[in-house]
């Protein structure tokens, strides 16, 4: 199962991420690939419920347009556009070289800590 993480973290621990991810790259390891966020607030933002919603219809529908995504979700184009674009700039979603729409991940796993680390 391929997962993606999305933490809320500091730019402190996003660059202790980024770092220990560069030295595991460089021996060969596989990693999981991680989207930082700053707060909770743009987390929620990245996926609300409408995101969401589009990133689980990929995934059971991969290969659709936007247009097809968005009549199915019945759902504005220009909003699901921006979602796409939204999405694919932070690696949740892909699109193939004719437009077409997929999921690379199975799983988001979504790490909010609520204290902030010491």
């Known amino acids: 199962m391929k997962r993606i993480h999305v933490e809320v973290m ?3 621990a996003a660059a202790r991420r980024l770092t220990q991810a560069w030295r595991a790259a460089e021996k060969g390891e596989l990693i999981e690939p991680v989207v930082g966020v700053g ?3 743009e987390l929620t933002a ?4 409408k995101r ?3 990133l689980r219809f ?3 529908h991969p290969g659709l347009s936007v247009r097809a995504l968005a009549q199915a979700l019945g759902r504005d184009y220009k909003n699901v556009h921006t979602d796409v674009v939204d999405l694919e700039e932070r690696h949740l979603l892909e699109r193939d070289d004719a437009g077409m729409v997929s999921s690379p991940y199975d799983e988001i796993v979504i790490r909010a800590p609520l204290r902030k680390a010491a």
């Open 46 to 49: 990245l996926l609300s419920p």
């Open 58 to 60: 990929v995934a059971d």
């Open 52 to 54: 969401m919603e589009l």
């Open 10 to 12: 500091r730019s402190d």
């Open 39 to 41: 707060s909770i607030g």
